[in-house]
């Protein structure tokens, strides 16, 4: 039995949520969404509040139906909050900017970095801190990891992307004799 999927997930004002068929859609102040779901799981809407039951039970539903309950959760969170990740670039000539719908950054290597936002999203570079914000969890989560990936902090002096929150664990380096 899944806790989070037995709790029902409460609609806020402003936002609208439409099951058709298999497709459950959401709309809100901040945008919408949409995404597939599997008849194994039903999804009723009634009163402002959304409730998942299991139709049939076996492994493949008991997994599913907390994993559903949390993409819902995050649909209607998105579309009414949003969702942000802010990446810190530390490093001495290591450079970020924005150029219509691409991010540009300098990160000591011979060549620029370009790479290309998704669209849904709304990425801001100041100095070396960039804001990457947007109404779908995956997609601002994704696109932070594979900016993130192009140059990790590395331990000994603490170069690289991090996130705000992120601790880089330092190490001490060769000891003199």
């Known amino acids: 039995m899944s806790r989070i999927g037995k709790k029902g997930i409460q609609i806020p004002e402003k936002t609208e949520a439409v099951i058709t068929g298999g497709l459950f859609k959401v ?64 490093g001495v000539g290591f450079k970020s900017q924005v150029n219509g719908n691409k991010l540009v950054l300098a990160l000591g290597f011979s060549h620029p970095v370009e790479i290309e936002i998704p669209t849904g999203l709304e990425v801001k570079s100041e100095k070396n801190n960039i804001t990457i914000a947007g109404v779908d969890k995956e997609l601002v989560g994704s696109f932070a990891a594979k900016v993130r990936d192009l140059k990790k902090p590395e331990p000994y002096k603490g170069k690289g992307f991090h996130y705000h929150d992120e601790i880089v664990r330092r190490k001490q380096g060769k000891k003199s004799v």
């Open 27 to 90: 709309k809100g102040p901040k945008g919408s969404l949409e995404r597939n779901f599997l008849p194994e799981i039903s999804i009723t809407i009634l009163d402002k509040e959304i409730t998942l039951a299991v139709v049939k039970e076996n492994g493949l539903t008991k997994a599913l139906w907390g994993t559903y309950a949390s993409h819902i959760k995050n649909m209607i969170q998105g579309v009414t909050e949003g969702f942000e990740k802010k990446l810190i670039l530390e």
